[in-house]
């Protein structure tokens, strides 16, 4: 794809977009998924859902990867005691899925785990499943948070980080 058309197409993204996409009540069902897979673990997990990327680094090349990297770093996912936060970033605009795992959950399960999910999830985008598609890789995150980060019995997980969908 040209330069102009990317840079366009991400420029008239916005938030309304985000909420088209997803349908009313869905931010706060994913919501209530993040908080309900987090009694399961001592883990933290981020949705980030941008409608598109900023017109310069959309203009620049900026990968959805990049930009989730980013985004890990900005809401401060890898901020947490057992640095086992993960980001599951949505690009609207390119219909692109990113999950951004920090080191101590990320070196348990490696790389390529996550592009099956994330795999997964993008499959679900290009059948216009937003949502069911997000709910599928929370799960997913959640059974390898439960996997390798359990709570201990009687223990409850501190809550490091919000639960709710950023938008963008």
Same mark, same amino acid.
């Given at each position: 794809?040209?330069?102009? =058309?990317?840079?366009?197409?991400?420029?008239?993204?916005?938030?309304?977009?985000?909420?088209?996409?997803?349908?009313?009540?869905?931010?706060?069902?994913? =919501?209530?998924? @993040?908080?309900?897979?987090? =009694?399961?673990?001592?883990?933290?997990?981020?949705? #980030?859902?941008?409608?598109?990327?900023?017109?310069?680094?959309?203009?620049?090349? #900026? =990968?959805?990867?990049?930009?989730?990297?980013? #985004?890990?770093?900005?809401?401060? @996912?890898?901020?947490?005691?057992?640095?086992?936060? /993960?980001?599951?970033?949505?690009?609207?605009?390119?219909?692109?899925?990113?999950?951004?795992?920090?080191?101590?959950?990320?070196?348990? @399960?490696?790389?390529?785990?996550?592009?099956?999910?994330?795999?997964?999830?993008?499959?679900?985008?290009?059948?216009?499943?937003?949502?069911?598609?997000?709910?599928?890789?929370?799960?997913? @995150?959640?059974?390898?948070? /439960?996997?390798?980060?359990?709570?201990? /019995?009687?223990?409850?997980?501190?809550?490091?980080?919000?639960?709710?969908?950023?938008?963008?």
């Amino acid at each position: 794809m040209n330069r102009w =058309t990317r840079t366009l197409r991400h420029a008239w993204s916005d938030r309304r977009d985000v909420a088209l996409a997803l349908g009313s009540g869905a931010l706060d069902r994913l =919501t209530t998924r @993040v908080a309900a897979s987090e =009694t399961r673990h001592a883990g933290e997990i981020r949705l #980030c859902i941008e409608a598109g990327l900023p017109p310069l680094a959309a203009w620049r090349g #900026c =990968t959805p990867r990049e930009r989730a990297l980013d #985004c890990f770093s900005q809401l401060r @996912v890898w901020d947490t005691e057992a640095n086992n936060g /993960v980001l599951i970033y949505l690009l609207l605009a390119d219909r692109d899925i990113e999950i951004v795992a920090d080191r101590g959950l990320h070196r348990r @399960v490696g790389e390529a785990r996550w592009r099956r999910i994330a795999d997964t999830l993008s499959d679900a985008l290009r059948a216009g499943q937003f949502e069911e598609g997000l709910a599928r890789a929370i799960d997913e @995150v959640t059974d390898l948070l /439960v996997q390798h980060f359990p709570l201990a /019995v009687g223990a409850a997980n501190p809550n490091e980080l919000p639960d709710a969908p950023v938008i963008r």
